[in-house]
């Protein structure tokens, strides 16, 4: 089973959608970030499906809400990305900090 069917069947009430923008999240800063690649990214992507799965619904809507509310909020009405350098917070920092919330969630 893939990633994005094991976190939809620990949580059936996140979209599909939300599903994969969440493993993408990771994705991004363990390649862009933490510069992973192939077998340490592959472990990684792994041990963060698990957690996600290990979340109640309750300890991951934060997280959930800021990766597509804020993390993903580069993009215009169109569904255009807007330029990172034209956002407010940088990538890192949100990276972090939606890190931070799923990581404080009990």
């Known amino acids: 089973m893939n ?9 059936p009430w996140l979209s599909y959608d939300a599903v994969v923008k969440v493993l993408l999240y990771h994705h991004q800063g363990s390649m862009w970030i933490h510069d992973l690649q192939r ?5 990684t992507m792994e041990a963060f499906t698990k957690l996600v799965k290990s979340k109640g619904k309750k300890a991951l809507e934060p997280f959930v809400e800021y990766v597509l509310d804020v993390y993903y909020n580069g993009v215009d009405q169109y569904g255009n990305q807007i330029e ?3 956002r407010e917070e940088l990538f890192e920092c949100r990276w972090n900090r939606a890190r931070a919330i799923l990581l404080r969630s009990k």
């Open 3 to 11: 990633r994005t069917q094991q976190i939809k069947d620990a949580h």
């Open 39 to 43: 077998d340490k990214l592959e472990r």
């Open 84 to 86: 990172e350098s034209s």
